[in-house]
């Protein structure tokens, strides 16, 4: 009896082992990278035109001066030495045409080579508007003098026909033209010291500058 128990209880083992179901491994389920292997293409920024800052170049600007005075610049030069002093002719003489008239006047002191005197001489009609006639005769035979103050020096204005020669010839001709009938005219002088730049356009003259205020005007009677 007992064994059949051992038996039928061996039997029912059975059949609940053979009944219980055979496990199935589970899928093996790839594991899921949650990071992604793609590699994205990168945005591209915006191309930014860089614009590159010109250097500029400041000119600085010299601070403006103030102009030269050109008068006050011509009458320091015209006071560089004091006015020569005119002797002869003085007021009261009296030169006939075809007379040489000899000027003389007091030096300055001492000159360089190109420091000359400059003598003004006019004819004029007395009574007559605008009746004078006049010539710069620059006194070449004294450019230079050494002076001292006071030395005597002398100028002389020949008469028309030495035409290579300073003379008044000239000025008469002009100043007779404005009054043929005048039987007396009045010659006038005055003389200053001058730079001398040399000869002037028409070949005759000299370009000057004066150096000195001119002395004062001497007026003597002149008879065509």
């Not at 400059?118 to 004294?142: I, M």
């Not at 100043?175 to 000869?199: D, I």
């Amino acid at each position: 009896m007992i064994k059949r128990w051992l038996i039928l209880a061996a039997i029912v083992v059975c059949t609940a082992c053979a009944a219980e179901p055979t496990a199935t491994p589970p899928d093996i389920i790839a594991p899921t990278n949650s990071i992604s292997t793609t590699v994205p293409i990168p945005t591209l920024l915006p191309t930014v035109a860089l614009t590159l800052a010109t250097r500029v170049v400041e000119t600085q600007t010299p601070a403006p001066t103030s102009k030269p005075n050109v008068a006050s610049a011509t009458r320091a030069n015209a006071n560089r030495f004091a006015a020569p002093t005119a002797i002869a002719p003085s007021a009261g003489a009296l030169f006939k045409n075809g007379n040489d008239i000899p000027f003389t006047f007091e030096a300055v002191g001492r000159l360089e080579p190109t420091q000359c005197y400059l003598l003004h001489v006019e004819l004029a009609v007395p009574q007559l508007p605008n009746g004078n006639r006049g010539d710069d005769f620059l006194d070449l035979e004294n450019c230079g003098d050494s002076g001292p103050a006071g030395k005597k020096l002398e100028f002389v204005l020949y008469r028309g026909k030495f035409t290579n020669s300073p003379n008044y010839g000239t000025i008469l001709a002009q100043t007779s033209a404005l009054a043929p009938e005048a039987k007396k005219l009045n010659m006038t002088w005055t003389v200053r010291v001058v730079q001398n730049n040399g000869r002037a356009a028409d070949g005759v003259h000299y370009n000057t500058v004066a150096l000195s205020p001119g002395s004062p005007i001497v007026e003597f009677e002149f008879q065509p």
